[in-house]
């Protein structure tokens, strides 16, 4: 099997290009493809070189996300036909709207609004990691808990980079476990509180690599911790999450989506 | 003018189909749409609510990316036909390639080695966040560098979390900027330091929400700290990139792409 060059030409990011090439290509299953991102294509220079970049590689892919007409006759002039995402999509809105589309450059990540409110999301999931500075978890859109090692920072991290919302993450201890009950201070905030889990083998591998050998990271200590954990979220009707098989887009998504 | 809504049905995250119709629906500028996303729609009951959800209100587009035929002929017996990335693309796709697409629900986030390589990192930028463990400094793929606020810590955990780097970075502080030298800690490591920066006005805008009327947070303090800054960057051959009307997304690409 010959391993392919899927080049994705952005006159942006490169983002939503990338995303719809790997989607594309996981269903061609038997292509080994490798992805080389070609992003800021955003003169008619840049288009011919990287036309001439991919007409130089034997049996390349292309797709891209380019808006600018003179772009998109950069890279055909230069021999390369691309397998155009707007080119694909665009006509079909156009026909549905009655109405043409105004090239735009498609920039949809450049309001200023959005990018502040995103780095104060991120500013505050930080602040009020694990369990830091409860005195503002009333502010947080989202809680989440878990047991150490659960996923909760990067979940946190991932809904404010990517959504803009204002997560918290609070751990629960050995010691909380051993009380049953949840800590005082969440119990105001019930109706914000979501709950990650994972599987005890998942979760004792992941604290090996940190704590190798400790009892911390036995898989007797996660899956008890684990256990009195899921009661806790019973008890108090906490939605959970099991993350195991998930990727933090998932974890992300589902938390987001849910009621 | 009509508020119009667009949904975004998925069979996964949705990560994909709502950048490309943020995308497309850039290019209708008349348009105001606002979006509701409809992701996980992976059964013929949940697409069937999906597309009475649809049907049920007044002048909605819907984009999808439906991989399995039978979620589509629930969309399409619900009245609904979408927009679908993956039935305009694909069979340009299989076309070029002689070879017909298998599919397999589009899920290229589930890979378990991609996850741990991405919380990894994201667990080591959290590290050496803030010139923390500056001992670990050689680990680092990127380190970011730069003055207070200009962005450092967002940038750092977006690429980490989207493309799996290991990203460090290190305050410049008022004494170092009198110091007239990079921090030596850093001076082994200059082909990997990228520097980030701002225009005064916006720098001196996101201190005073932190520290209203300091002097921290003055436009001359934020200028001169900028200046001083610059001149290092330049006496080093650092790499600067000015993110002042720029989104994460474009700043973390960017850095990503530069040689």
Redesign the interface.
């Known amino acids: 099997m010959t391993k392919r060059i899927a080049y994705c030409v952005s006159d942006?990011?490169?983002?939503?290009v990338e995303?719809?090439t790997?989607?594309?290509l996981?269903?061609?299953?038997?292509?080994e493809c490798s992805l080389i991102?070609l992003?800021?294509i955003d003169s008619p220079e840049k288009a011919r070189e990287a036309a001439a970049r991919i007409a130089a590689t034997p049996g390349a892919?292309a797709f891209s996300?380019l808006?600018d007409p003179a772009l998109r006759a950069a890279l055909r002039e230069g021999g390369v036909l691309p397998?155009d995402?707007?080119d694909?999509?665009?006509p079909?809105?156009e026909a549905?709207?009655g109405?043409p589309?105004?090239?735009?450059?498609?920039?949809?990540?450049?309001?200023?609004g959005?990018?502040e409110s995103?780095?104060d999301a991120?500013?505050f999931s930080?602040a009020l990691d694990d369990g830091l500075q409860p005195q503002r978890l009333d502010q947080a859109d989202l809680i989440l808990i878990g047991v150490s090692r659960v996923?909760k920072?990067?979940t946190a991290?991932?809904l404010a980079?990517q959504y803009g919302l204002r997560v918290a993450n609070y751990p629960l201890t050995p010691d909380d476990l051993e009380r049953g009950s949840l800590p005082d201070v969440l119990l105001t905030h019930l109706p914000r509180l979501r709950a990650l889990t994972l599987s005890g083998e998942r979760l004792a591998a992941i604290r090996q690599v940190r704590y190798p050998d400790s009892r911390y990271a036995s898989l007797a200590q996660c899956r008890e911790e684990l256990v009195a954990a899921a009661r806790l979220f019973q008890q108090h009707a906490v939605p959970v999450l099991d993350a195991t098989?998930?990727?933090?887009?998932?974890i992300?998504?589902?938390l987001?989506?849910r009621p």
Chains 1, 2 share one sequence.
């Open positions: 942006h990011t490169g983002v939503t995303a719809v790997k989607s594309v996981a269903q061609f299953p038997a292509l991102a992003p800021f892919l996300t808006t397998f995402v707007f694909l999509v665009v079909a809105v549905a709207l109405q589309a105004t090239p735009s450059g498609g920039h949809t990540h450049g309001m200023t959005d990018y995103r780095m991120v500013n930080l996923g920072t990067p991290l991932y980079l098989r998930m990727s933090v887009e998932e992300a998504a589902r987001r989506s």
